[in-house]
């Protein structure tokens, strides 16, 4: 097994109740969105490899310590690191706990793309899958996240086509923001782009000062920028294609969305 099943395997039976939490992790939610958003905030910052080994210390096991130096992914930057990102900014500070409900009136993906990306392990995790298009393994994650069976294929035409279900001012900001993204990347500035995907106020003032996409648009303020594209999956969609996965142009037939 590698580090990340073993990791898979505990964070779930945490989740479920069957392990007690290790030292570092404290899980007091009831409700089953709140216990995955506390887990996976604690998860972020102790790290995969510090929660295998304490939870294997729990169970009397000597894991080789080989398999610890496989290493976490920590950081947003990490996702790019085959293209060269610079380290990017540190894990974010466990949240405060959510308000009852906080997934109504949301759609199963946008569910399970909001407990995937509170792990940035679990992204890197997913990208993989999809690409190998594993769906054995993507039926498992989404039953350790949202406790359902959701179809991969469906979620791919979903996910790619996210902003054909949005209102006019989304739609026109999703297009502009992927090409500004995409242009980044393309021209090296893997940094930059690391950092608007991460929500860096400071870096997309800057760079609205000189993209000629936005330099000319008034409404372009940072919080046009959280409310169409930072909070609506476009950042997690443009990782995901620039690890190589891909998004198919027409649903399957008799896919319902």
């Not at 997690?236 to 319902?256: C, H, Y």
Request: glycine letters at 6%; aromatic letters at 10%.
């Amino acid at each position: 097994m590698e580090l990340f099943d073993y990791y898979l395997r505990y964070m779930t039976e945490v989740f479920e109740g069957t392990r007690p939490t290790p030292d570092g992790i404290v899980v007091t939610a009831e409700d089953e969105a709140g216990r995955m958003q506390q887990l996976s905030a604690q998860l972020a910052e102790m790290g995969i490899a510090a929660f295998v080994r304490a939870c294997a210390a729990q169970d009397g096991v000597t894991l080789p310590e080989e398999l610890y130096q496989q290493g976490d992914t920590a950081d947003l930057a990490a996702l790019l690191s085959a293209a060269g990102t610079p380290q990017g900014e540190p894990a974010q500070t466990p949240e405060k706990p959510v308000e009852p409900d906080p997934d109504a009136g949301k759609h199963a993906f946008e569910v399970f793309l909001d407990c995937v990306a509170m792990d940035d392990g679990l992204v890197q995790y997913l990208i993989d899958v999809l690409k190998k298009r594993d769906w054995k393994e993507f039926y498992k994650l989404s039953q350790i996240t949202t406790r359902m069976d959701l179809d991969p294929e469906e979620f791919l035409y979903w996910l790619g086509h996210r902003e054909d279900y949005a209102g006019q001012e989304e739609r026109f900001c999703a297009v502009i923001m992927d090409s500004c993204i995409e242009r980044l990347m393309n021209e090296g500035r893997l940094d930059v782009a690391a950092a608007l995907l991460s929500g860096d106020e400071a870096t997309f003032t800057s760079f609205r000062c000189e993209a000629p996409e936005l330099l000319h648009l008034p409404q372009a303020t940072y919080d046009w920028f959280c409310r169409n594209y930072l909070d609506r999956d476009y950042p997690i969609r443009a990782l995901m294609k620039w690890n190589g996965v891909t998004f198919p142009e027409s649903r399957k037939q008799g896919d319902t969305l």
